[in-house]
């Protein structure tokens, strides 16, 4: 009985782990010589990218925590020159969101 007690608990010690969390889902649409810095500010603050699609501009949906959002999003604008801004397209306040080796 230990052996398999011993053998779930190494499991789930690997298992990447969740919580809900309220978190918006946001829009983006940003020149292509802004992308590879968008990426990593939206790295910096935690976002998940959900889909991005490469047209004139780059259109990325992102997903973050809700409190990780205002600061993302002033940094966006930092970065642009007060000409792109992030649209929070939907707010959910149940997501399974993966909790980071940091953030435990």
Same mark, same amino acid.
């Given at each position: ?12 010690? /690997? ?17 292509? /010589? ?38 993302? /999003? ?31």
């Amino acid at each position: 009985m230990r052996a398999y007690t011993d053998a779930v608990k190494a499991v789930l010690e /690997n298992m990447p782990q969740a919580e809900k969390v309220p978190t918006y889902t946001v829009m983006l649409v940003i020149p292509y /010589n802004l992308y590879e810095q968008t990426k990593l500010l939206i790295q910096e603050h935690q976002g998940k990218i959900l889909d991005e699609e490469f047209a004139a501009d780059v259109t990325i949906s992102i997903q973050f925590l809700i409190e990780k959002f205002d600061a993302f /999003n002033e940094g966006i604008v930092e970065l642009s020159r007060g000409k792109n801004k992030a649209e929070i397209i939907e707010t959910n306040p149940d997501t399974l969101f993966e909790i980071l080796p940091e953030a435990k």
